[in-house]
């Protein structure tokens, strides 16, 4: 009988190999399963990251333009000089070779070499930038030479009216923030540029292109454009902007604005000193030059500048003085050509005396000693609400950022208030600071019989007219005193009002620095403000101007050939580009 055969270690070694086989090949068909199937997306993803570049395209930012599509700001295209990070050992090789080619010494900035060497893969390091098409012509033997060198086209921008504009148009700079933004891509820094960047920025496009397994590009897969920015209509008039600023520049500073009445719309803004913008991104050396300028040309003086309004606030204490009833439109105060206040004598600028004098008479002459007594009649609340009234206190909300807000008799008590800090403020002195847009705004808010006037920069928008709830009886009074102010021979403004095309009518302003006694008063940092406010015509009135000469000692001096000269220009034109 035969005997069934034993069990061998061989045959246990090949149910092992089985089972293990078996067993291994469940794993891999479960991982196999597991990665193309459940994790398809993910893989296909990331294998998509590997094989697909994605390069954002930076939109064409929008123009602004001033009335008649006069371009304030546009863009232009320029080229550059691009490195392929993608490439980065050849880009470094370049980038050494470059360094050692005299020919292509220019194209070289310092740090060039550890920029490449500190990029990321796949991103791109820009050689040279904003390249003229000749200058772009000069690479072109480069790119013969070298492999992770390319040519691109780039955008800039370009400012026509230049440091005319300067400030209310603003500048672009590359952006502040930690977005992953392109380094080329540039914002809206102050201006127009800045509170308009959504509007005029535009959408980013992208570009995906396929490489290899060595990152070259094999393949354009497809471009999603860039959106263009949209253009901003603005209410400038570029010729009256930029004849202003001729007339401001023979000051060491200065600034004016010049407003439509009827819908609140800014025809010029200027401040001087100014910059180039065309120059201020891209030239180091100009930039430093402009921030260690003492009169800080980068302060937009037309909305930021703070200055106490002098006797261009006179207006305003004569309205709160006829609202309170301490005076009447023929209450006439005797002005000996002073004021004793205890020991303290106040003297009007009119040593000899205006004698009397009304509320219209005092205005038109600026007597001191007439608005001292209203001083001593009124609180300092009325005054205070009556410039609050006016808006002086607050922003305009133009539409131009970093407007600073005038200040009235801050961190004063409101009630009665010292006697001598009452006689300062009723002639614009001590605690009252303005800004020459929120004079423009006042004197407009006078000229058009008390009602609200929102200042705009924005062709599309309109000022509503709501009143200020201010006596339209006594706003006539005012009104009379600037006229003659500007009409009556010897007035401070008479020079405005002379034989001027229609009538206009105003205040001028002195605004003291340091005292008469300061030693430091023949300065220039130490001398007077001079400032004057108008409005044309005086019978229908349409445009307001307000100027400040910063140390201008006197505003009929200083200001009153710049508005008049405003206003023959606005005659001359007879149809104003924004009516
Ligand atoms: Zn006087």
Redesign the pocket.
Known sequence: MRRKPKDTPFTDRIRLATFTTVLLTIVLIGRLYYLQIIQHEKYALLSNRNRIRIRPIIPKRGCILALNNIPLAFTGVKYRLIGDSSLKKDLESDVKSLLADSRAAKFIRPGLLEKVKNSLPYSHVVIKDEMTWVQANQCLPLLNKYKALYLDNCYYRVYPLGASACHLVGYTSAPSTKHALPPEYKCGKTGVEERFDLLLAGEFGVKKTEVNARSIPVKDLCDYEAESGQNLETTIDAALQKFVHKLLSVHRAASCVVMNIENGHILAMVSTPGFDPNRLTNDQKYWQHVMQTSTNPLMNRSIAGLYPPGSTFKPVVALAALKAGVISRNTKIF?P?YMRLGNHVFH???RS??GY?NVEQ?IA?S????FYNLGLRLKLSDIAEMAASFGLGTKTEVNVPHEQPGRILLGRPLGGGHTAQRVLAAIGQGSVVVTPIGLCVMVAQIANGGHRIFPTLNKGETSPHEPLGISSKHIEIVKNGMFWVCNKPGSSGYACGYSAKYPIAGKTGTAQVVSLSDKRGHLWQYKDHALFIAYGPADRPKYAVAVVVDHGKSGALSCIPVARQVFDYIEANEKPADS
């Open positions: 002005c050509g009007c600028w009119k005396g205006h004098v005092a002459s007597c001191d000693v007439f």
